[in-house]
Structure formats: C-alpha cells, structure tokens
C-alpha cells in the first residue's frame, strides 16, 4: 500500500516523538541536519537529540558527539533553520514517553560507539542523517510501517518541498518559526491506480 506525508497543523503534540529536519547552507555531511525531538508535555518541554561534529570542516578528525538539549532549551519557534518535523509515534502517557526516551537515548549511545558498522549506513558515511535513522531503526523498529530507507526518502522530500515553499513565498529558505509538521498515512490506491 503506497505512504503519503500529509500536513498537520503545526501543533506540537505531548508526548509524542518527532523527526527534525533544518536547513543547512554548507553543510559538508549532506543537505540538511537530522535530528530527533521529543515533546515530554507540550511544545516548550521538547527534547532535541542529535549527532554533532563540532570539526566538520575537516573531514579528517572524527570527533562526532551526541547532543542532548534538556526541555526548555529548544523549541520549534525559536529554531532558525528548522523546515520540517514528521510525527514518528505518539505514546499515551509521560511515563511511557519517558521510556521511549530512555530507548532512544539508549539506542544513540549504542550507534555512536560502533559508528563504523551500522546495518543502514554499510554504504554511507556517518553522519547527523545516518545517526537519527539507525537510532530510531534500532529504538523504533516500525514506523507507520516503514524503513530506515522510506523514512529518508519521505522526510528528505517533505523537507525539501517546504523549502521550496519557503523561497517561493518568502524569497528565502528558511524563516524562524516557520515550519511544517507531516505524518506518514497508509491510502489505498484508487481503481485507475490499482
């Protein structure tokens, strides 16, 4: 059965893990920075969770670092380069966000420490990408369903069509606050698809 991302209201749900996507104008590692957020009650207590390499200009040292924001030091409104979100699984309660939490986390420390033999990226590069899909392929097992790979693609899209959005309405490719959040959604193909 085909996937589709759909827009949703930009309304960042409780408890509910997310997909980041921002702009990056030189970006050596790929055309924009992955990250994972977390929301634990509301848009103002988001986790953001990523892989950094804080001497990405010179390829030659390797000194990738996982980043833990604490709630509070990140949202979506004061971010200046993020263009999308894609709403990954939503628990029902915060102890069980918690736990998904403690997994993800878990399952990041676990990829940066054997960074060189991870099943997604045999034929890639580490990188800020290849740490969030691994991390969730490893802590999320199925997403709506889908692949490490389908989640690039569909994210790697969603981002791009966003920033197109952005230029085509604002001239530029990013504006702080403004972005889309998207969900993957299971349609049926009509009879002339079929």
Not at 33 to 44: E, G, K, R, Y
Not at 171 to 186: A, D, T
């Amino acid at each position: 059965m085909p996937r589709v991302h759909v827009e949703l209201d930009v309304a960042i749900k409780p408890y509910t893990v997310y997909l980041a996507l921002h702009h990056r104008v030189h970006d050596p590692d790929g055309e924009f920075h992955w990250a994972i957020v977390i929301s634990l009650a509301n848009w103002s207590s988001c986790v953001f969770f990523h892989a950094n390499n804080p001497d990405s200009f010179n390829p030659a040292l390797d000194s990738w670092v996982i980043e833990e924001w604490p709630p509070g030091q990140w949202t979506p409104w004061n971010s200046a380069t993020l263009l999308c979100m894609f709403e990954l699984m939503t628990c029902n309660t915060q102890d069980l966000v918690a736990e998904k939490y403690a997994e993800i986390l878990s399952a990041g420390q676990d990829i940066m420490a054997r960074k060189s033999v991870s099943s997604f990226r045999q034929s890639q590069t580490f990188s800020c990408k290849t740490f969030v899909l691994d991390t969730l392929a490893q802590a999320i097992p199925t997403v709506s369903g889908q692949s490490s790979a389908d989640l690039e693609t569909h994210a790697s899209d969603a981002a791009k069509w966003t920033r197109d959005l952005a230029i085509s309405t604002t001239g530029i490719p990013m504006v702080p606050g403004w972005f889309k959040i998207f969900k993957l959604e299971m349609v049926e193909p009509t009879s002339a698809e079929a």
